[in-house]
């Protein structure tokens, strides 16, 4: 798949190849559930947590005599009922985090990134030459890609390394992230409408997820 290469400008400046083996991949609806849901767990703390009766303060002696007071019979003033008792049930912590095997994170990053292409939804530009932190020349970069400052799209950026100048132009902007090539997932391409390679971020998942496959087609073998 051959698609245009624009420059920070919003001019075309050449063109580039989308391997087949990468952005032509069978979409696998049934995988990419199971990711996604797999990522956004993960981002779950559960870390609520009430105290038990047994861990609240106060005496353990009963707080009067079982029989012939005319009161109702209690065991401790840490019970449940009582005010400042332990909480029946609560919430603990508790580690729910798992992870899917490599193979079927890379199916799922693979059909998400096809269906982002077949929707017209992946560009590619050369560079971004930002040399010093401002976001309003970031900003006008993404006007020159077509962002739309007042409804606007949520826009991934993937580079092959995040430079500090250009990662502090645009930290602040709503809507608009940026990753290298080694750490997108299937979750950062689902969640962005419109997915913006630089040419080197390009290479970079090439080496990446064509290296996997080679290593994995070897293993099988």
């Not at 920070?8 to 996604?36: M, N, Q, S, Y």
């Amino acid at each position: 798949m051959e698609v245009k290469v624009y420059s920070t400008t919003g001019d075309i400046v050449g063109k580039t190849e989308l391997p087949d083996e990468i952005f032509r991949h069978p979409i696998r609806p049934v995988t990419v559930a199971e990711a996604i849901r797999m990522y956004e767990m993960n981002q779950h703390q559960f870390t609520a947590c009430k105290k038990t009766r047994g861990e609240v303060s106060g005496s353990g002696r009963k707080p009067w005599p079982q029989k012939h007071t005319g009161r109702a019979r209690q065991g401790s003033i840490r019970a449940p009922h009582w005010r400042g008792g332990g909480v029946v049930f609560g919430p603990k912590p508790r580690n729910v985090h798992y992870r899917l095997p490599q193979k079927k994170l890379r199916i799922a990053l693979l059909s998400v990134l096809s269906q982002r292409a077949s929707e017209g939804r992946i560009m590619v530009i050369d560079d971004i030459p930002i040399t010093y932190p401002k976001t309003k020349e970031f900003v006008k970069i993404l006007k020159n890609l077509g962002w739309n400052e007042e409804h606007p799209e949520r826009y991934l950026f993937v580079v092959d390394k995040i430079d500090e100048a250009v990662f502090r132009s645009m930290r602040n902007l709503r809507k608009v992230d940026m990753r290298e090539a080694y750490k997108i997932n299937a979750f950062d391409v689902l969640l962005a409408k419109r997915i913006v390679f630089t040419l080197k971020g390009l290479e970079a998942l090439k080496d990446r997820l064509l290296e996997k496959r080679a290593a994995m087609v070897g293993v099988e073998e």
